[in-house]
T-cell receptor, first 114, second 112 residues
Framework: ETGVTQSPTHLIKTRGQQVTLRCSSQ?????VSWYQQALGQGPQFIFQ???????GRGNFPPRFSGLQFPNYSSELNVNALELDDSALYLC?????????????FGPGTRLLVL | GDSVTQMEGPVTLSEEAFLTINCTYT??????LFWYVQYPGEGLQLLLK?????DKGSNKGFEATYRKETTSFHLEKGSVQVSDSAVYFC???????????FGPGTRLSVLP
């Protein structure tokens, strides 16, 4: 069974650019959540996708957007990058939506905005 | 909004010592509560969870009890090992699992 994978592992962008991060969910999982983890802090919930639709959103501006595909893989897009967007971006998948479902986290993509 | 507060680290203990990491939360309704662990060089893993008041989550010798009256979910282990060295995150989610809130994490170092 393949776990949650993310690509790329590292990325460097400049302010104002756009970035797309990718996540492959664990086999059979239909729910994907994205988090931003700044250095030395806990993950902050960006949004969740369930069966290709956004299912919940944290306190992030609209320039953070996402997609989920029919195979349940997902993308996180960030437009107009700012220096404060530098962080580790984590993807987590779960078998289904709901508070009782265990989330399985990927290794993350480390984004540096210069 | 919902929030989670954890004791600041780092926490340094000797092997076989008793561990407590405090966690308190603020939330509307009746959230589910979690402890996640991040071992060096690895991704976040669920350690234990509790979904209603007075529930006790347990795993790998760690325990935490959902205390609604004190809005707390303190993590405990009776005898820590060097292999328990990691960063521990307390977290909550709403009833629908559509909004997760993590605490800032507590780094634990266990010395032989």
């Amino acid at each position: 069974e393949t776990g949650v994978t993310q690509s790329p592992t590292h990325l460097i962008k400049t302010r104002g650019q756009q970035v797309t991060l990718r996540c492959s969910s664990q086999s059979g999982h239909n729910t994907v959540s994205w988090y931003q983890q700044a250095l030395g802090q806990g993950p902050q919930f960006i949004f969740q996708y369930y069966r290709e639709e956004e299912n919940g959103r944290g306190n992030f501006p609209p320039r953070f957007s996402g997609l989920q595909f029919p195979n349940y893989s997902s993308e996180l897009n960030v437009n107009a990058l700012e220096l404060d967007d530098s962080a580790l971006y984590l993807c987590a998948s779960s078998l289904n939506q709901g508070a009782l479902e265990t989330q399985y986290f990927g290794p993350g993509t480390r984004l540096l905005v210069l | 909004g919902d929030s989670v507060t954890q004791m600041e680290g780092p926490v340094t203990l000797s092997e076989e010592a008793f561990l407590t990491i405090n966690c308190t939360y603020t939330a509307t309704g009746y959230p589910s509560l979690f402890w996640y662990v991040q071992y060096p060089g690895e991704g976040l893993q669920l350690l234990l969870k509790a979904t209603k008041a007075d529930d006790k989550g347990s795993n790998k010798g760690f325990e935490a009890t959902y205390r609604k009256e004190t809005t707390s979910f303190h993590l405990e282990k009776g005898s820590v090992q060097v292999s328990d060295s990691a960063v521990y995150f307390c977290a909550l989610s709403d009833n629908y699992g559509q909004n997760f809130v993590f605490g800032p994490g507590t780094r634990l170092s266990v010395l032989p």
